[in-house]
């Protein structure tokens, strides 16, 4: 059975980056593509990017600029970096093994951006 | 981008009754790779149908996907209790990826 947990700071300040991690325990992170999405109540569920194994990253256009997405050394985790964060950034953010459609995902976590 | 708009925004039903959800896409869908997810309050999406049709494991049968091109539809033939959630449509057919805005299903 597959899990994906989230983790990171609930709080970030604007201007700074967001950070978080994805633990995947249950399936070698050495296989497949692994996504991360985040919710707002006004926009929604929105795709932010995924990584393959062999590195390869994808990201969504509007936040292509301030978005890296990458695999940690350990190859049981993947990371989200997003900077220069604004209010707009606060959202759950989730993420999830796949490329399209997701069986797994993790449980989310609610990122703030304030002062 | 595609755009998904799925309606109606809430559907007001009974236990037992059937839900018919729609999904209208601004452009028609490579491979009719579209997945419905069902949410419920502080949960992860949960993949209900993927590639319009198929349904995930663990999903009772009384949930069934149609439609091709720009038209989809879900349909519950006889709402459970723990059916009563907000739906989402998702398309992974061309990037970015894109989600409908949901359909709340209500008793």
């Known amino acids: ?115 | 981008e595609i755009v998904l708009t799925q309606s109606p925004g809430t559907l007001s039903l009974s236990p037992g009754e059937r839900a018919t959800l729609s999904c209208r896409a601004s452009q028609s869908i490579n491979s009719n790779s579209l997945a419905w997810y069902v949410q419920k309050p502080g949960q992860a999406p949960r993949l209900v149908i993927s590639d319009a049709s198929t349904r995930a494991a663990g999903i009772p049968d009384r949930f069934s996907g149609s439609g091709s091109g720009t038209d989809f539809t879900l349909t519950i033939s006889g709402l459970d209790p723990e059916d009563f959630a907000v739906y989402y449509c998702q398309q992974y057919g061309d990037s970015p990826v894109t989600f409908g805005l949901g359909t709340r299903v209500e008793i």
């Open chain 1, 1 to 115: 059975q597959v899990q994906l947990q989230e983790s990171g700071p609930g709080l970030v300040k604007p201007s700074e980056t967001l950070s978080l991690t994805c633990t995947v325990s249950g399936r070698s992170i050495t296989s497949n593509y692994w996504t991360w999405y985040r919710q707002t109540p006004g926009k929604g569920l929105e795709w932010i990017g995924n990584i393959h194994y062999s590195g390869r990253t994808n990201y969504s256009p509007s936040l292509k600029s301030r978005v890296t997405i990458f695999i940690d050394r350990s190859k049981t985790r993947f990371s989200l970096n997003l900077n220069s964060v604004t209010a707009a950034d606060t959202a759950v953010y989730y993420c999830a093994r796949g490329d399209g459609w997701h069986l797994y995902w993790g449980p989310g976590t609610r990122v703030t951006v304030s002062s």
